[in-house]
């Protein structure tokens, strides 16, 4: 089914994106000269809190640097995203930016752009087997090894739930690399079993909650801890562990300190989540598509392969955020109100403010 799935979203892309292709080659193709430089924000999805947050932060450093934004929302539908990039290489982009919901299918959009001479930027998920000219996101692998080297120091022994991101997301990979990394001494002399691993589709808090009641019931609910990979698996690992009264009590993980994840940390729900502060990375990813659009050389911290080859990136570092520092991080950098983190507790267990 997976195969035929993606034979029929190449079909589209051959199709359509070669209709693009005759477009450039008809001359269709509007010259800059002095107008803004057009960027076409192509989105996986903005369901999650997360991402609202890097289409505002992108859009309004592009808009300080004169740039134009054309924002487009796939809702997670491999079809739709190669739909809307082909529209956007059509209105005269003149980059593109693309947050993949499939690493691997939106290949065939990077492969059209660069025919057309369209710069494409892979935006905190690569873009796989393709000619990406750049990729801006946080150390992936750095993310699992913080989230786990977290729990494996509270609890060095015990059964352990592993709750990976979305299958198609080359992030959830290297987060799953990082994470192994650290266990694995704990695993290999048994001191840590582990007793679920699955991967949850499209990163859905429910079919995290679906899983994780499946290991608990397997494990007869004795578990020490749940290393998730975001905070929407987290979400639905805590609401799994509450129907158990377990919640608090099982060490949980994150990642993206969005506002729920922040209250379970606050509350002792989860333990920790990972702050990728949104305003720096869609910073520099539209001054480095406006530097792209422009021709100009970009400045990278290194490559990352993407099984094509070695992709010029710019890699943040990732945070390590729990109830000792939600005042001193996302808080005092704005990133989340400080009401709205502590909502759920009574006035007297605010953390006092400094």
């Not at 692998?141 to 739930?161: F, S, T, V």
């Not at 990642?255 to 002792?268: F, K, S, Y």
């Not at 050389?297 to 939600?326: M, Y």
Request: contains cysteine.
């Amino acid at each position: 089914m997976r195969s035929v799935r993606l034979l029929i979203v190449s079909l589209l892309v051959a199709g359509g994106l070669a209709a693009c292709h005759r477009g450039q080659e008809e001359g269709r193709r509007e010259p800059r000269g002095n107008r803004p430089p057009r960027i076409g924000f192509s989105m996986d999805s903005l369901q999650l809190e997360r991402w609202r947050h890097d289409r505002d932060e992108f859009i309004a450093r592009a808009r300080q640097l004169r740039a134009e934004v054309f924002v487009q929302s796939a809702n997670g539908v491999d079809a739709v995203q190669v739909r809307q990039c082909e529209n956007l290489l059509t209105q005269g982009v003149d980059v593109l930016v693309i947050v993949p919901h499939n690493g691997e299918v939106m290949a065939g959009v990077v492969n059209s752009a660069k025919a057309q001479g369209v710069p494409v930027v892979s935006y905190d998920r690569l873009i796989r087997d393709s000619d990406v000219d750049l990729y801006v996101s946080f150390d992936n692998r750095r993310i699992g090894e913080l989230q786990a080297k977290y729990l494996y120091e509270r609890a060095p022994a015990g059964n352990y739930i592993l709750l990976g991101g979305a299958p198609t997301d080359n992030n959830a990979r290297l987060i799953r690399e990082g994470q192994l990394a650290v266990l694995k001494p704990g695993i290999d002399r048994g001191a840590i079993r582990v007793v679920a691993d699955p991967w949850v589709r499209d990163w859905l808090a429910s079919e995290a909650l679906r899983h994780t009641e499946n290991a608990l019931t397997r494990a007869g609910n004795n578990v020490a801890a749940v290393v998730a990979s975001n905070d929407s698996t987290a979400g639905g690992a805590v609401q799994a562990l509450e129907e158990q009264k377990l919640a608090g009590k099982v060490l949980v993980s994150g990642q993206d300190a969005d506002l729920a994840a922040a209250q379970r940390v606050a509350e002792g729900k989860q333990a920790m989540t990972i702050y990728k502060p949104i305003k720096p990375l869609a910073a520099k990813a539209a001054e480095a598509a406006v530097a792209l659009a422009a021709g100009k050389p970009v400045e990278t911290d290194g490559t990352v392969n993407n099984g094509k080859r070695d992709v010029p990136a710019i890699l943040l570092q990732p945070i390590v955020i729990d109830r000792s520092n939600l005042d001193s991080t996302v808080i005092q950098d704005g990133y989340l109100k400080r009401e709205d983190v502590y909502r759920n507790l009574p006035r007297e267990q605010w953390p006092a403010e400094r």
